[in-house]
């Protein structure tokens, strides 16, 4: 069982979370050893693929096969907006041409399929180039797994073994704020916490952190799932 995110503080007991969008947080003592925290978790197993299974299924229904997507909708990506355009070609769909987002019609079900699928792709395609890059310019020679998930409420996050994930939803963001995420996550390959030192880090390779913050606050209401 993977750990997502692994918080060391100066409490006395191990807390198991399993938040909104199924992932799983471990808050335990600064000191403990990480081997003892593996344990308690391969020991609650059950229990925590049983709250994931609930978290995920309150997703599916938060996102609503329901929610129609119609001609016209703008459909965000790097930080630019392009109106949806129905296609009858048989051709490699969907696609952004001539400013437009071009998708061959379908049933809605299919329809949010394909397009969630296109974001996928092209989030593993810039994601996987944009961390290779950044770990190079920030000094970390080796790197573990890199994950596109579907998180809602978390953009990126760094697990305990050193794996990355990042939400396909990021790449709706600018470049710039695609990197900070890469950033901060790589970040948490050198210093597990969000402490000062943290911080100073993220800020000395990305100094206009706080504006790629706002920006992020406001992405999830221009995304049409």
């Known amino acids: 069982m993977e750990i997502d995110e692994l918080v060391r503080s100066n409490r006395k007991t191990i807390a198991l979370i399993v938040t909104s969008d199924a992932r799983l947080v471990v808050r335990a003592p600064?000191?403990?050893?990480?081997?003892?925290?593996?344990?308690?978790?391969?020991?609650?197993?059950?229990?925590?693929e049983n709250q994931k299974a609930k978290m995920r299924q309150k997703l599916q229904v938060i996102s609503g096969e329901s929610i129609g997507i119609n001609e016209g909708q703008l459909i965000p990506f790097l930080g630019q907006f392009y109106p949806l355009v129905w296609s009858e070609h048989q051709r490699n769909l969907p696609e952004i041409h001539d400013g437009k987002f071009i998708i061959k019609w379908s049933e809605q079900t299919q329809l949010k399929k394909n397009i969630l699928n296109w974001y996928k792709k092209e989030a593993r395609h810039i994601l996987s180039e944009r961390v290779e890059l950044l770990s190079r310019?920030?000094?970390?020679?080796?790197?573990?797994?890199?994950?596109?998930?579907?998180?809602?409420?978390?953009?990126?996050?760094?697990?305990?073994?050193?794996?990355?994930?990042?939400?396909?939803?990021?790449?709706?963001t600018p470049l710039n704020v695609v990197d900070y995420v890469v950033i901060h996550e790589l970040a948490h390959l050198k210093i597990r916490n969000h402490s000062k030192d943290f911080w100073t880090q993220v800020k000395f390779h990305y100094p206009d952190y706080k504006?790629?913050?706002?920006?992020?606050k406001h992405i999830p209401y221009f995304l049409p799932f």
């Open 30 to 48: 600064r000191f403990l050893p990480l081997k003892r925290i593996e344990e308690l978790v391969e020991n609650k197993t059950a229990w925590i």
């Open 137 to 172: 310019q920030i000094g970390i020679s080796s790197l573990n797994t890199i994950r596109i998930t579907s998180a809602r409420t978390r953009w990126g996050s760094c697990s305990a073994k050193g794996n990355l994930s990042f939400t396909w939803r990021l790449v709706a």
């Open 211 to 216: 504006n790629a913050i706002t920006w992020l």
